[in-house]
């Protein structure tokens, strides 16, 4: 016989059922088991046991009657514990831990094969195997049964499988109170939702009696949680499963933020449930005419959750108190308003109430009926606005659009939330149009605007399958490259709809070889003239004698207006690339003026003169009607107030261009007043383009600066020499402007009073230099707007600028980026290496003590972990090439421009693929905005920061 691990159930004498695991060798011949010894952890055959009998053994050792005194008493005896050990005490404290113990026990008991015995006596010794206890591996069930008859009575059984146990009279040894585990005759049951008091009394009665006056009372309090919880079967009333057809009910209520939001409820019947109560049996009391029942159902978790996902899904998340609102747009009155208007289909599966007071909101969706007429030069737009039943046309909602009221109240008392969309899509419209009936009229060039109010979106570029299709005039003495002939299309395109436009491409690229080939083609018909000969042109500013071709009725001549210093280069084009188009030069002392200009202009298809003689003789050249009128270099009209722009505006044509490569130089205003020649009044008046774009500054009104440029795109064209003609990715700079943190402030504005009243000193003893202390506060300036840390090693608060690095950085990092980040002092490029290292992120380094270079340069490169590159201005300006990177920040202003540009030819050089992006960073309000303005007009200032040059003025200015 061979000793084995068994477990055996006893009756502790104050502590109630416990197990013990033992060591027990089997008889054969007589089936019975004599324990050999208890088990624990130091005993002879516990390294032998496995893991899950280990554990077994343990978990009982830590109730032993030694650990419970351990633990739980003072005594040093184990029987003076037993003897004073208090009941609440064991009650409170000392059963819930064996319990606790018993319930690992337990779970290791049923995925193992080691057997469970009982022991009638806990000092028992030797005991036969039919003392087993069956295991069972399933969980056992409570039934209730109620009985209403004469009297109220109920019992109970338990269900395990297929087989119900009567409890009466039954052995019954607890050994985990919540859930229920417990021997029942020789079998183990475990439950999931069954209290061992509920099963103990039921061990001691047959069936418990409930008084008649107290069965109302005891059915609600007791009866229905029973079948809530547990499976009943009732004689004398009907327990039933009830069907219901749930409902989600959506309520428009206002939050805690006092802003409207939609709450989810569920509706069963009568009943209404909040999303986030738990999903159990729920239970009904029915009474009538004394009687009663109960009924009870089980609510639609996968549909409840399917709602809900169905909200998610659509653009609102959930807050407090199961509250939806619209994501990213939490904090919007109306934004859930709005929504409930877009999703009419997906809320059809819903009911939807409003609970906000004297507030009724239309809730349906709106729908918008187009209906445009018009002629060549205008269109009138009519639109009807639809909330159900009500309609409205939609010129009635000027003013709501106009000053962005986004509530409307209907005829009906309910109020209308217009769609946000609605602001920028037809804005435009109400600006530009004007009311004609319910029509709103616009002109002909605000096409754009009426497709935008139609459409409600517009493409960012026009396909070029709906460009015109005109062929290049055969008198043309060039091959236009496609980006050209693009152009030339594009002209003609303009011309045929009777709208101005802007070329802008970049110098050149040939604008004035475009322009000359359409008006090849509107003077010659495309043809070329057989045998005709060049005009013979005496001098400049002489009278040529036309021998091209002549002005027509159909063509009258068109005018053509530039610098005179363009004069030449106009004339010599045109008799380059197209012979037959004779010119007339309308310059000089001896032009012509008047009915000789007349005559003389006539004889010519091209009129050319300046701004200057445009200017002088506008009297008379504005009763003259031409066929173009084109402006070259139209930067020049770009002062709304000046008499260039006023002249030009009133020349007669038929179409009118013009050509530049800036046309936009110092502010919106240059934009408006080239549209306002090409298109007049397409932009508006002056003061309202002004108070729209230029206040606030247009880059704070992205929506307005968007809506322009969908207005003109149709009307300028700008190609660049990278687009037409790229040996080189793009390269977009750009400033971004740092905020200082409070600390840093204070100590950027103490030192620089610091520096300023060491100047007012040096200015009121007579001197004119300044000195090496003042040179000295000026570096510490530059160190502070970047980090105080340069300044003060022990700092630890924060700066703006390395914030706000760090969150370009990772965002970048996310996209697969690389970047290079310049700066002229390495302890701030340490800074950021600091914070790389603190989370790992890989990078290389480069400053005038580098000495293995090469090898950071080829990990850069090569390496798809090191997304960044430190380098300091002096150590890695030249001589690096660094194609892998597409963006670059420059950290600090440096004094020389040309330094800052080599170093941003390190990734903007031959060999790099994309698009290379600079990052210049400026902290507002200090000394680095003051060095890049003098930058571009006077960089010997910004090198007086690190040599002795700076005036006792210029410092002056740099402090102020």
Same mark, same amino acid.
């Given at each position: ?163 119900? #146990?009567? /409890? ?6 607890? !050994? ?5 585990? &417990? *021997?029942? =005759? @020789? ?120 709602? #809900?996902? /169905? ?6 998340? !959930? ?5 939806? &609102? *619209?994501? =990213? @747009? ?631």
């Amino acid at each position: 016989m061979s000793d084995r691990l068994i477990v055996t159930l006893a009756l502790h004498p104050k502590f109630g059922y416990l197990l013990q695991p033992v060591f027990a060798s089997f008889d054969t011949g007589t089936g019975v088991y004599a324990i050999t010894e208890t088990a624990h952890g130091s005993g002879s055959n516990y390294e032998n046991l496995s893991e899950d009998e280990k554990n077994i053994v343990n978990a009982a050792g830590r109730f032993s009657d030694k650990a419970l005194m351990k633990t739980y008493s003072h005594e040093k005896d184990e029987a003076a514990f037993l003897q004073k050990v208090a009941p609440e005490t064991i009650q409170t404290y000392i059963r819930p831990f064996i319990e606790a113990r018993h319930k690992e026990m337990l779970l290791t008991l049923r995925d193992t094969s080691t057997p469970l015995f009982l022991r009638e006596k806990i000092r028992e010794r030797e005991f036969s195997e039919d003392r087993a206890i069956e295991i069972l591996a399933c969980p056992s069930k409570m039934i209730f049964l109620f009985r209403n008859a004469a009297t109220f009575t109920y019992s109970a059984r338990v269900r395990n499988g297929g087989e119900s #146990v009567a /409890l009466f009279g039954r052995f019954f040894a607890p !050994l985990c109170a919540k859930p229920a585990q &417990a *021997v029942i =005759g @020789n079998r183990l049951h475990y439950f999931e939702d069954v209290d061992e008091k509920k099963l103990r009394p039921f061990f001691v009665k047959k069936q418990v009696e409930v008084s008649s006056r107290n069965v109302p009372e005891y059915i609600r309090k007791f009866v229905v949680p029973c079948v809530k919880e547990f499976d009943v079967v009732a004689e004398g009333f009907s327990v039933f499963e009830q069907t219901h057809r749930p409902v989600a009910v959506l309520t428009l209520e206002t939050g805690l933020d006092l802003m409207p939001v939609l709450n989810l409820k569920f509706r069963y019947g009568k009943h209404l449930f909040a999303i986030d109560l738990p999903r159990k049996k729920e239970v009904e009391l029915l009474e009538q005419n004394g009687a009663f029942s109960i009924g009870w159902f089980f609510r639609d978790e996968p549909w409840e959750q399917n709602c #809900v996902d /169905l909200l998610l899904n659509n653009g609102l998340i !959930l807050g407090r108190n199961n509250q939806f &609102a *619209v994501w =990213g @747009n939490e904090e919007s009155k109306t934004g859930i308003v709005e929504w409930i208007n877009r999703n009419g289909a997906l809320l059809r599966s819903f009911e939807l109430n409003q609970s906000l007071g004297n507030y009724v909101y239309y809730t349906g969706e709106i729908n918008l009926e187009f209906a445009v007429n018009g002629k060549r030069d205008w269109f009138d737009v009519y639109c009807l606005v639809r909330f159900d039943d009500v309609e409205i046309p939609l010129v009635r909602f000027r003013g709501h659009i106009l000053n962005r009221i986004t509530e409307y109240l209907l005829p009906d008392g309910r109020i209308a939330v217009l769609p946000a969309e609605w602001f920028a899509r037809f804005g435009e419209l109400f600006r530009f149009g004007r009311a004609v009936g319910d029509n709103i009229r616009l002109a002909g060039y605000h096409f754009r605007v009426k497709e935008l109010a139609e459409k409600g979106a517009l493409p960012d570029e026009e396909p070029e399958s709906t460009m015109l299709t005109a062929e290049i005039p055969g008198g043309l003495n060039a091959v236009l490259r496609p980006y050209q002939r693009y152009g030339f299309r594009w002209l003609m395109q303009l011309q045929q709809n009777r709208f101005g436009g802007c070329l802008a491409d970049d110098m050149g690229l040939g604008k004035t070889l475009q322009v000359i080939a359409m008006f090849l083609c509107n003077y010659t018909g495309g043809e070329a003239s057989p045998g005709s000969r060049a005009p013979v042109q005496l001098s400049l500013f002489e009278a040529p004698v036309a021998l091209g071709r002549a002005a027509s009725a159909e063509f009258p001549p068109s005018l053509v207006v530039m610098p005179t210093s363009l004069l030449h280069n106009w004339s010599n084009e045109l008799r380059k690339f197209a012979p037959e188009l004779s010119a007339y030069v309308h310059a000089g002392a001896s032009r012509f003026r008047d009915e000789a200009f007349a005559r003389q202009s006539s004889r010519f298809p091209i009129v050319l003169t300046t701004y200057g003689t445009v200017r002088q003789d506008i009297d008379f050249l504005q009763h003259f009607d031409f066929h173009y009128v084109v402006l070259d270099e139209s930067q020049n009209i770009k002062n709304p107030a000046s008499q260039t722009f006023l002249s030009v505006k009133r020349l007669r044509s038929r179409h009118r261009l013009t050509l530049t490569g800036t046309p936009v130089e110092n502010s919106p205003t240059d934009l408006w007043t080239q549209m306002d020649f090409l298109n007049p009044g397409i932009l508006g008046p002056l003061g309202e383009f002004r108070k729209r774009f230029l206040i606030p500054a247009p880059e704070e009104n992205g929506e307005a600066v968007r809506s322009l440029l969908k207005i003109i795109s149709p009307f300028i064209l700008r190609r660049t020499k990278e687009q037409v003609a790229p040996e080189l990715p793009s390269l977009t700079e750009e400033i971004r402007y740092c905020e200082m943190s409070e600390e840093q402030t204070e100590r950027y504005n103490r030192e620089k009073n610091r520096i300023r009243n060491t100047l007012v000193k040096q200015f009121s003893e007579g001197s004119r230099r300044i000195g090496l202390s003042t040179l000295a506060g000026l570096m510490r300036l530059r160190q502070l707007a970047n980090h105080p840390a340069l300044v003060d090693c022990g700092f630890s608060g924060q700066s703006g600028k390395f914030e706000q690095v760090i969150d370009t950085v990772e965002t970048l990092f996310q996209e697969g980026h690389k970047v290079l980040v310049f700066s002229s002092f390495v302890k701030h490029l340490q800074l950021f290496a600091d914070y790389f290292d603190a989370r790992r992120w890989k990078y290389a380094w480069l400053t005038g003590q580098t000495i293995r270079r090469e090898i950071e340069i080829t990990e850069f490169n090569s390496n798809p972990e090191v997304r960044a590159f430190f380098i300091s201005l002096k150590a890695g300006g030249t001589g690096l090439n660094l194609t892998a990177a597409d963006y670059v920040f420059i950290l600090d202003p440096w004094w020389n421009p040309a330094a800052e540009m080599q170093a941003v030819s390190r990734a903007h050089r031959i060999g790099q693929e994309r698009k290379v992006t600079l990052y210049r960073y400026i902290t507002l309000g200090t000394v680095e905005e003051k060095i890049r303005r003098l930058q571009q007009y006077k960089s010997a200032l910004s090198d007086a920061l690190v040599r002795p040059q700076l005036t006792m003025e210029e410092a002056e200015e740099l402090l102020r």
